[in-house]
């Protein structure tokens, strides 16, 4: 039934029978962690043969290049080719690097910050304010960077196929102080939606009053479908800002580490002709060449994108009845109840659970108490402030089945709790 249209008793009685049951978890003494989208173990091992994919300095040449040694900046050739492949970019608007992609955002937004774009060359740092677009709700760690920095983060709602448009359109055509925008366009964090061919398109058009102004394309999820090959390959935003002569504007950026390692994997970035340049050209200075040997490892071992794309869905094989598990809980415990909604996503690692306004927060510290840990309330948006202390980020990944299923039980009676007590008053 209904919380809302519950009497005043019917409250009572409901609260008084899911307090009895919270007590019982709570009392089993819980240490379950649904925090953060890590591979779970299962999923670190489909990877076991990159251990082995170079054995022996003979199988460390690469095209007539040594991996043990110094050199080749922009990374391995081959390494390239293969993300090209996944991108569907030209291979040589790559750059392969370490083991995180996140590293490669960070660098990037630093040289913009120091340097200047390879346009303007005029540093951030000297601007004043400086703000950035951040549709939400988003991935915490992307709003971190602006917040270190000290950008003027604006929130930009998220609608079902992608950023509010116009309003990104609007304020980036109206302020020459708003820099750049976060996007994950295919299966967003958290809530797994995939930006349309429109809002593609209308991004590589985008007037902007800032000349330099940045679009950060973070294709974390690129090949992380929970069922199957997912939703269709969404429109290559690097070729449709070609054809709107817009290409500078753009980086984009993906990674092995939820494929392979995450502590061990690689990481790239696509960019125009002259970023690439710009970006080698400060790089001379910050190194001297990435880790090849595990960027050679991960050539060996998939080969091709084919290869990544048939490996991911063994992925998948262990994804899907995790989050099968989370929805059919989220159905069967808080369906029709008010209490929260949720977004079904074809892929990614995480499910958005939309509470009763005002109850976020509340949901956690019960959870909390109880031996669940979340992500915090509020993480999903700038500053870590949502401003209807509503959205809660699921990631099923990490624990066990069995763990996955008492942490969904607690979580479902928390939301239904805080949903009566915000009712209650």
């Known amino acids: 039934m209904e919380i809302s249209k519950m009497t005043r008793e019917q409250m009572a009685e ?12 709570k009392s089993k003494g819980l240490k379950l962690d649904m925090s953060r989208g890590k591979p779970s173990k299962l999923q670190l091992d489909l990877s076991e043969g990159l251990l082995t994919a170079v054995k022996d300095s003979a199988e460390a040449i690469d095209e007539g290049t040594d991996t043990r040694n110094y050199g080749v900046l922009d990374g391995l050739p081959s390494c390239r080719r293969l993300f090209a492949e996944l991108l569907d970019a030209p291979v040589e608007n790559v750059i392969a690097g370490g083991n995180a992609s996140l590293t490669m955002m960070y660098d990037t937004m630093l040289r913009l910050w120091v340097f200047g774009d390879s346009v303007v060359q005029r540093p951030w740092s000297s601007e004043g304010k400086i703000k950035w677009l951040c549709p939400a709700p988003g991935y915490d760690r992307h709003f971190a960077i602006c917040e270190q920095l000290g950008m003027e983060m604006i929130t930009v709602p998220m609608l079902d196929d992608g950023p509010d448009m116009d309003m990104v359109e609007r304020l980036a055509g109206e302020d020459a102080a708003v820099k750049g925008i976060w996007c994950v366009p295919k299966y967003s964090n958290p809530e797994g939606k995939v930006y349309s061919d429109e809002v593609i398109r209308r991004f590589a058009n985008l007037k902007t009053a800032a000349e330099d102004f940045k679009i950060f394309w973070d294709n974390a999820y690129v090949v992380h479908h929970v069922s199957g090959d997912g939703a269709e390959d969404i429109l290559d935003l690097f070729a449709e800002c070609k054809k709107a002569g817009t290409e500078d504007r753009l980086f984009e950026f993906a990674s092995t580490s939820k494929i392979t390692y995450p502590g061990a994997g690689v990481a790239a970035m696509v960019c125009s002709d002259r970023n690439i340049a710009w970006s080698k050209k400060i790089m001379t200075v910050q190194m001297i060449g ?74 956690n510290e019960l959870c909390k108490a109880a031996g669940v840990k979340m992500t915090d309330a509020g993480a999903t948006y700038p500053y870590g402030k949502d401003p209807q202390d509503s959205n809660l980020r699921i990631a099923p990944s990490m624990p066990p089945l069995e763990e996955l299923a008492d942490a969904m039980e607690v979580f479902c009676i928390c939301a239904r709790l805080a949903a009566l007590e915000k009712c209650m008053g």
């Open 290 to 363: 990435p880790d090849k040997i595990n960027q050679l490892r991960h050539v060996r071992y998939f080969k091709n994108a084919a290869g990544v794309r048939e490996h991911m869905r063994k992925h998948a094989a262990l994804m899907k009845p995790k989050f099968d598990l989370v929805i059919n809980k989220l159905e069967q415990q808080l369906g029709g109840t008010g209490a929260g909604s949720w977004y079904v996503p074809q892929g990614g690692y995480f499910v958005s659970f939309n509470a009763m306004p005002g109850c976020a927060k509340r949901i």
């Open 14 to 25: 409901e609260k008084h029978r899911l307090e009895k049951e919270y007590e019982a978890w």
